[in-house]
């Protein structure tokens, strides 16, 4: 009798637990695969980081060393005297950070307009907008350069912004978001006497604040990473130059400091990785939240 009672029940405990240890080996698993491609992607910083530490003498010794002969903190200060790498940064944080501040700005408002606001000819107008996506960076140089000698802009730091501030991107990431709010806030806003100025400033921005950290991020590392445009149009790089353009100086006619180059990329890298872990909150809510827009 008690043998007939136990044996069922052992067998939904036994029938049970299986799925039990497929879901933990499944998120052993995971997280195994997880370790490994974040591994993948931190080893290249982790052996420029030590080769930051290196005499440039054993940059390129073989076999490869991870570690050099000996570990001279000294070259990231010596980054700000091979060259003017301080203003580099300057120039870069100010461009970057003004750069964001503007295309936030127009974003936001143009993303409103294609998303909120009914008028005649609005989807024409924003599929021909979204249009300019296709068309690669490197097609635009010449126009942008001879419009900014038009405008008498060479060589300034609004050359290096403004061309730059009135993206698709921004614009179609913006439009999606804000047409997943609904749309009886606003009327009930009307209702209240509120215009459209106070209804996007006091309502729909502040409910946008995910979506505009991931705009702000994807622009700030845009700017901060631009290499061939500031090249292009900037011809005193001592008073206009920006960082990845400074980071070629440590290439001259006597060979390349590679150790200097180095730790002047971790320098330059620690700026963007703050902005990311200061927003990585809003970062994951805003992508997450981005594309479920659609009336």
Request: net charge positive; hydrophobic share 55%.
């Amino acid at each position: 009798m008690s043998t007939e009672t136990i044996t069922p029940r052992a067998q939904e405990a036994g029938s049970a637990a299986a799925p039990r240890k497929q879901g933990r080996l499944g998120l052993i698993l995971r997280h195994v695969t997880i370790y490994l491609a974040a591994a993948i992607f931190v080893l290249p910083l982790v052996y420029a980081f030590f080769s930051a530490l290196k005499p440039n003498t054993e940059m390129f010794s073989m076999p490869p060393r991870l570690i050099g002969s000996e570990v001279k903190w000294s070259n990231f200060a010596e980054v700000f005297k091979f060259g003017p790498f301080l203003t580099y940064i300057g120039n870069s944080l100010f461009v970057a950070v003004a750069g964001t501040l503007v295309v936030l700005f127009v974003s936001a408002t143009a993303g409103y307009a294609f998303g909120r606001m009914r008028w005649k000819g609005r989807d024409a107008v924003f599929i021909a907008f979204l249009a300019t996506l296709m068309v690669p960076a490197e097609v635009t140089v010449i126009p942008m350069f001879q419009m900014m000698q038009w405008f008498g802009w060479v060589d300034t730091f609004r050359s290096l912004i403004f061309p730059f501030a009135f993206g698709a991107f921004g614009t179609f990431l913006m439009r999606q978001f804000f047409r997943g709010i609904p749309f009886e806030l606003e009327e009930a806003a009307k209702v209240d006497g509120a215009g459209t100025i106070r209804t996007f400033v006091t309502i729909i921005l502040p409910l946008a604040k995910s979506a505009l950290a991931v705009l702000a991020v994807f622009t700030f590392l845009g700017f901060w990473n631009s290499y061939l445009w500031p090249l292009i149009v900037t011809v005193d790089y001592n008073a206009h130059g920006t960082l990845p353009v400074g980071l070629a100086t440590f290439s001259t006619q006597q060979g390349t400091r590679w150790d200097l180059q180095m730790a002047a990329t971790i320098i330059s890298m620690v700026p963007t990785t703050l902005l990311v872990i200061v927003l990585q909150k809003h970062l994951i809510k805003g992508i997450a939240m981005a594309g479920l827009g659609g009336r």
